[in-house]
C-alpha cells in the first residue's frame, strides 16, 4: 500500500544533490547559530533565495519544482520563497503577503514549551532539549487553507504522537490543547483587541495520536523561519490550515473540548473539528476547490485534503454534511 505522505528520514545518503539535507547535528548546530535577523539570511535554501518584500525577482522565472519533490499524489513541492512569503500568522498580521518582513528576526531562542493538565509527566522543556530527543524526518503535506487556497509543502519534524508520549496522556485526557506565545511587544498583530489572544487550537485524542499529525521544526531541511511558526507548530494536513497552531508554548492535555481562536470569533464559521470537506461550503464561500499557490486554474478540493484513508475512520459517526 502506498504510504500517506512521502516521508524521508533526514539521515538518509539518497536524498537528491538538489534537495537541501541536513543531519540532526548540523541542524541543532544551525539552531543555536540562529541570531536575531540571521535566520533567513544564513539558512535560506540556495536553491530558492528568498527575496525580501520588495524586491524584484530577476533572470528566469522560477522553474515549475525547483527541488523536484513532490507529495504522494504526485504534486509538486511549493518553493521555499513560496512557502515563506505567504503566511497566515495574524500575531504578526493579516496581511499574508506581509507577515514575513514583520516576522523576520523574531527571537525564537530561547525558548520553553509547557507539558500541562492531563498528563503523568507535567514538565517544562527547552525548544532545543525537546527537539534532541526526536530524529527528524520530512513529510511532504498538502495545507489547505479555509480561505480556498492551498500548498504543498515539505515539512521537517517528528510525529505528535511522539512528544504526547513524553509526557503521558491520563486515560481521562480527552483533547490536545496548543497555545501560541502572547508577545505584544513583538507582535503588532496582538495589540488589536479584536482578536481574543493569544492562537489556541485543539484536536481530539485519536487526531492527536494519528501518525499524520505532526509537529513541525523546519521547513526544506533547515530551521522553521519565524513567519511559519518557528520554533515548533502543528501540521494536520486533512483540516484546514487554521488548525496548525504555530510558534508553540504550551500543550495542555484536557477532558473538555478546548475554546480554540477562530471557534471563539465565529463559532458558525469556523467549526472545532474543520475537516476539509468539498461538500460542505463555509457558510460566505465555497470549499468545492482551491487555488494551488503558484497556478492558474482552479483545482478541485479532494474529502479530508487527500488524506481519507487514513482519517476518515476516526468520524464514522459523525455526520460530515454538517458542518463542524
Ligand atoms: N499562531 C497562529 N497559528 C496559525 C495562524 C495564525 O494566525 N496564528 N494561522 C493559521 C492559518 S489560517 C493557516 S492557513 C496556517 C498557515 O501556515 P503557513 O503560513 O506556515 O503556511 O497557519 C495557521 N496557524
Ligand atoms: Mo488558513
Known amino acids: 500500500m502506498k504510504k500517506p505522505y512521502e516521508t524521508v528520514p533526514v539521515r538518509s545518503s539518497e536524498i537528491t544533490p538538489e534537495h537541501i539535507y541536513i543531519n540532526r547535528r548540523q541542524f541543532l548546530k544551525g539552531l543555536a547559530a540562529v541570531g536575531a535577523g540571521s535566520l533567513l539570511a544564513a539558512c535560506a535554501p540556495d536553491i530558492a533565495k528568498t527575496l525580501t518584500p520588495g524586491e524584484q525577482a530577476t533572470g528566469a522565472p522560477e522553474a515549475p519544482n525547483p527541488s523536484g519533490l513532490t507529495d504522494e499524489l504526485g504534486n509538486a513541492a511549493n518553493s521555499y520563497e513560496q512557502i515563506s512569503q505567504y503566511n497566515n500568522f495574524y500575531e504578526f498580521t493579516i496581511d499574508k503577503e506581509g507577515v514575513a518582513r514583520l516576522a523576520e528576526g523574531y527571537a525564537t531562542s530561547p525558548w520553553t514549551i509547557e507539558f500541562s493538565g492531563l498528563v503523568n509527566k507535567p514538565q517544562t522543556l527547552s525548544f532545543d532539549d525537546l527537539v534532541s530527543r526526536f530524529d527528524q524526518e520530512e513529510r511532504i503535506y498538502r495545507l489547505r487553507c479555509v480561505e480556498g487556497w492551498s500548498m504543498v509543502i515539505p515539512w521537517l519534524g517528528f510525529p505528535l504522537s511522539k512528544l504526547l508520549s513524553l509526557v503521558e496522556p491520563m486515560g481521562s485526557a480527552k483533547y490536545v490543547k496548543f497555545t501560541t506565545i502572547l508577545d505584544q511587544d513583538h507582535m503588532p498583530g496582538q495589540n488589536t483587541s479584536y482578536y481574543p489572544w493569544p492562537y489556541i487550537e485543539g484536536l481530539r485524542m485519536d487526531e492527536a495520536m494519528n501518525d499524520l499529525s505532526f509537529v513541525v521544526t523546519g521547513l526544506y531541511g533547515k530551521p522553521l523561519p519565524p513567519q511559519n511558526g518557528a520554533p515548533l507548530r502543528i501540521a494536520v494536513p486533512w483540516k484546514y490550515g487554521f488548525k496548525s497552531g504555530k510558534s508553540i508554548v504550551k500543550v495542555e492535555l484536557t477532558e473538555e473540548e478546548p475554546y480554540t481562536f477562530w471557534n471563539t470569533i465565529a463559532p458558525h464559521e469556523y467549526g472545532f473539528y474543520a475537516n476539509v470537506n468539498p461538500q460542505v461550503d463555509h457558510p460566505r464561500w465555497s470549499q468545492a476547490s482551491e487555488r ?20 476518515a475512520s476516526m468520524y464514522s459517526d459523525m455526520d460530515l454534511t454538517v458542518y463542524y
Open 292 to 311: 494551488r499557490i503558484g497556478e492558474l486554474s482552479r483545482r478541485s478540493t479532494l474529502m479530508f485534503n487527500g488524506y481519507a484513508d487514513q482519517v
